[in-house]
């Protein structure tokens, strides 16, 4: 009995170490074990097939296009032959011809030897309607298509702007004026804006949440800041001084984290900015003045 007991223990424990022995398949082995490098069966799909774009406006305030690109691979081995893709318009599509272009037109090639192809699109802003999302989709009209990302989707959209120029600038504004000291903030704040020369204006009434608001104070000195004016609907701004009031305080302007905009559109300034007592940047506490011309 025993020793039918120990046939039986080793057999179990050599059938244990066999198992254990075993290569195990990984991820890898199981996707390519099956590969055949003379295989000419291949899938083609969209590669970033969802794009949301929006066009630019350029330092001088002209256009500045949508420029994106089709992105189209080709699952399986790369062929001998150069592979064309046929793509067609869909139905759905809302963005005319006349707006955009497809770099060669809706017959995409792949060379031979290759696994993509990147197809330039452009837009042509000024045969869009302002402000209004329009899409492009397309299918890949192929029977190799895959049962996947066959459709790619474009929103194209002409972003809203109107040129305003320096001297159209100059006058009253009323808005809102936010103090980070103390999170005050005056409704109803004036503003006004000065030509100093054809690139640059000044702008009086920075913190007034503050030394008006809070303070009951008024401004003995000061009181314009200058921004350097750009044609895409930006301004600049160095650290300057900004206001002395009752001729106790000199307090200093500087350029916020954000970026300082106008809006010719509706004639308003959006102007994230620092204000701080030396002329070094010391004591940073984060303001910001929105304003519409009156």
């Known amino acids: 009995m025993k020793n039918i007991l120990r ?17 195990k398949e990984t991820n890898f082995d199981a996707m390519t074990k099956d590969w055949d490098p003379n295989a000419t069966t291949y899938y083609l799909q969209f590669v970033n097939n969802s794009q ?80 209004v999302p329009l899409v492009l989709k397309l299918n890949i009209n ?38 980070g000291y ?35 104070e008024s401004v003995s000195g000061g009181d314009r800041v200058e921004f350097t004016y750009k044609a895409n609907g930006k301004l600049t701004t160095v650290n300057q001084y900004l206001c002395q009031t009752d001729g106790v305080w000199d307090y200093f302007f500087g350029p916020g984290g954000g970026e300082i905009t106008w809006d010719g559109c509706n004639k308003s300034f959006d102007i994230p900015w620092y204000f701080h007592w030396d002329g070094a940047y010391g004591d940073d506490i984060a303001c910001w003045s929105k304003f519409t011309k009156d």
């Open 182 to 216: 103390g999170s005050l903030t005056m409704e109803g704040a004036k503003f006004e804006v000065f030509k100093v020369d054809n690139e640059t204006i000044a702008i009086s009434g920075f913190l007034q949440a503050l030394y008006v608001g809070a303070w009951g």
């Open 142 to 179: 192929d029977a190799n298509a895959a049962t996947t990302a066959a459709t790619a989707t474009y929103t194209f959209k002409r972003a809203k702007f109107c040129p305003w120029t320096i001297d159209e600038m100059v006058g009253t504004y009323t808005g809102t004026d936010y103090s």
């Open 52 to 131: 949301s774009l929006q066009t630019g406006v350029s330092e001088t305030g002209g256009f500045v296009e949508i420029a994106t690109t089709i992105d189209i691979a080709l699952l399986g081995n790369p062929q001998s032959a150069a592979t064309t893709v046929s793509l067609a318009i869909d139905p759905s599509t809302t963005l005319t011809p006349d707006m955009y272009v497809i770099t060669g037109g809706l017959n995409v090639t792949i060379p031979a030897g290759e696994t993509s192809v990147a197809v330039p699109i452009v837009s042509v802003a000024e045969n869009m309607p302002v402000d």
């Open 7 to 23: 046939t039986i223990f080793i057999f179990v424990v050599g059938a244990l170490f066999l198992v254990s022995c075993e290569k």
